[in-house]
């Protein structure tokens, strides 16, 4: 006669097979590169957006943004009195009020936007990602997982709750970055959070809005409310205005 398998003897053999299918984690060179793979697959030309950015305790302002994947990130501040605009070409980023002369450009390396969302090739090996975290001290030897808004992320350069370490997070099913933390040069702790990918507004090519936090305290907000994907995009916005 066959014995009958005891019900609790089941459930934790199939807990066991779970956690461990759950805890096997991809080296950070393989999760970075799939990052720009998929990037790249879904063939981003252009994608302009409309939404508004609150920071501190100001009233929220209109905020208009194109991205194209590869060459430029164009946003525009439009404030009561003025607009301000900044346009990143490369590590390159200037600001300046529309109508007036631009300053010299600042040198930016640490840009989510440009780096991982405005991708437009595969990165194999995960080079480009690797030298992100280099120059901003997140160490690739260091993978976990964690979640953010119920979705789990992988986790590279420290354990989720290290929170004083530089680190970013990668969303495990969409392959986009959600969390940046890095450390400034005055032991500033800054914490950008990327939320809403796959919303019915932007969808998986930008985040619903996102926030920048510094030592805990949230120092702006930006929301969007229209996403245009592929539209054409006049090219004299995404130059890099004359000085």
């Given at each position: 006669?066959?014995?009958?398998?005891?019900?609790?003897?089941?459930?934790?053999?199939?807990?066991?097979?779970?956690?461990?299918?759950?805890?096997?984690?991809?080296?950070?060179?393989?999760?970075?590169?799939?990052?720009?793979?998929?990037?790249?697959?879904?063939?981003?030309?252009?994608?302009?957006?409309?939404?508004?950015?609150?920071?501190?305790?100001?009233?929220?302002?209109?905020?208009?943004e194109v991205l194209?994947?590869?060459?430029?990130?164009?946003?525009?501040?439009?404030?009561?009195?003025?607009?301000?605009v900044s346009t990143?070409?490369?590590?390159?980023?200037?600001?300046?009020?529309?109508?007036?002369?631009?300053?010299?450009?600042?040198?930016?390396?640490?840009?989510?936007?440009?780096?991982?969302?405005?991708?437009?090739?595969?990165?194999?090996?995960?080079?480009?990602?690797?030298?992100?975290?280099?120059?901003?001290?997140?160490?690739?030897?260091?993978?976990?997982?964690?979640?953010?808004?119920?979705?789990?992320?992988?986790?590279?350069?420290?354990?989720?709750?290290?929170?004083?370490?530089?680190?970013?997070?990668?969303?495990?099913?969409?392959?986009?970055?959600?969390?940046?933390?890095?450390?400034?040069?005055?032991?500033?702790?800054?914490?950008?959070?990327l939320h809403g990918?796959?919303?019915?507004?932007?969808?998986?090519?930008?985040?619903?809005?996102?926030?920048?936090?510094?030592?805990?305290?949230?120092?702006?907000?930006?929301?969007?409310?229209?996403?245009?994907?592929?539209?054409?995009?006049?090219?004299?916005?995404?130059?890099?205005?004359?000085?």
């Amino acid at each position: 006669m066959s014995r009958k398998s005891h019900p609790v003897a089941a459930i934790l053999a199939i807990t066991a097979c779970s956690s461990i299918a759950y805890a096997y984690i991809l080296p950070a060179d393989a999760i970075l590169s799939s990052v720009s793979k998929r990037r790249a697959n879904i063939a981003i030309e252009t994608l302009v957006l409309e939404g508004t950015m609150e920071v501190g305790p100001n009233a929220p302002h209109p905020i208009w943004e194109v991205l194209v994947p590869g060459k430029a990130h164009r946003v525009e501040h439009k404030l009561t009195d003025k607009t301000i605009v900044s346009t990143t070409v490369g590590a390159r980023r200037w600001t300046h009020a529309l109508g007036e002369r631009a300053e010299r450009p600042e040198i930016v390396t640490d840009d989510l936007f440009t780096t991982f969302l405005g991708a437009s090739s595969a990165d194999p090996g995960g080079k480009r990602g690797l030298a992100f975290c280099e120059r901003l001290k997140i160490d690739t030897s260091v993978v976990s997982l964690s979640r953010l808004d119920k979705r789990v992320a992988f986790v590279i350069g420290a354990k989720p709750w290290e929170t004083n370490k530089p680190q970013l997070w990668i969303d495990k099913r969409l392959r986009v970055p959600v969390r940046l933390i890095r450390v400034d040069g005055s032991g500033n702790v800054i914490d950008q959070q990327l939320h809403g990918f796959g919303s019915p507004v932007t969808g998986e090519w930008y985040p619903r809005h996102y926030e920048v936090y510094e030592n805990g305290t949230l120092k702006s907000r930006v929301t969007y409310d229209q996403v245009e994907v592929n539209v054409p995009v006049e090219p004299a916005l995404l130059s890099p205005p004359s000085s």
